[in-house]
């Protein structure tokens, strides 16, 4: 299995930009997450889906971020409009029975 | 909601040496406790968890122990090598992973030759 695979890995834009990052989980695991990386915060859980629907969204900083989950196969999160303060590395992470956590490689956000 | 503190934030000790990493949690439901591992430039890696039923696991250099009593658990990894140098997380979760773990900040260890 290639694992799970995250795009894209370096982004650069422009604060009020709309910035899309999107997840392609393992197969077969039903549990997602998004957490958000940063050194003075570490790693944030921001929400998380189970069989495709959002249980927890209550790590989302602010209505300017929001999560999507059409199907098994395919996540996004949406920062719109972007600022500065939301550069971090943004992790996607599933999830299987035994509780393991597999993570990405990371989306890495600069906002200028 | 959980709060998981971890210490120290930059551990440095000598090839060959053991090194000890601490973790502290709040919510006394917390069940598993998992420490993963993360290389610059990637994603971090499970490397061991414990349950909340048992009070040390172990696998080669590396070794977990939990005090529920404390609320309390520590990495422990023996005769360190150069690979071993990364930063380190522990976290905690209450549904065993299921609804996301909480996450310490991370120790940052550097394995000296």
């Known amino acids: 299995d290639a694992g799970v695979i995250q795009s894209p890995r370096h982004e650069v834009t422009e604060m009020g930009q709309e910035v899309t990052l999107r997840c392609k989980p393992i197969?077969?695991?039903?549990?997602l997450f998004w957490y958000r990386q940063t050194m003075m915060r570490g790693l944030e859980l921001l929400i998380y889906?189970?069989?495709?629907?959002?249980?927890?969204d209550s790590g989302m900083p602010e209505d300017r971020f929001s999560a999507k989950m059409p199907n098994a196969s395919f996540s996004t999160l949406k920062i719109q409009p972007s600022e500065p303060r939301d550069s971090a590395v943004y992790f996607c992470?599933?999830?299987?029975?035994?509780?393991?956590?597999?993570f990405g490689e990371g989306s890495r956000l600069t906002v200028l | 909601g959980e709060n998981v503190e971890q210490h120290p934030s930059t551990l440095s000790v000598q090839e060959g040496d053991s090194a000890v990493i601490k973790c502290t949690y709040s919510?006394?439901?917390?069940?598993?406790f998992p420490w993963y591992k993360q290389e610059l430039g990637k994603g971090p890696q499970l490397i061991i968890d414990?349950?909340?039923?048992?009070g040390e696991k172990k696998d080669q250099r590396i070794a977990v122990t939990l005090n529920k009593t404390a609320k309390h658990f520590s990495l422990h990894i023996t005769e360190t090598q150069p690979e071993d140098s990364a930063v380190y997380f522990c976290?905690?979760?209450?549904?065993?992973?299921?609804?996301?773990?909480?996450f310490g900040k991370g120790t940052h260890l550097i394995i000296q030759p």
């Open positions: 197969s077969g695991h039903n549990s």
């Open positions: 976290a905690a979760s209450s549904g065993g992973g299921a609804d996301g773990l909480t």
């Open positions: 992470a599933t999830w299987r029975v035994t509780g393991e956590l597999f």
């Open positions: 919510d006394s439901a917390s069940n598993y």
């Open positions: 889906f189970n069989n495709n629907v959002p249980i927890d």
């Open positions: 414990i349950r909340s039923n048992v």
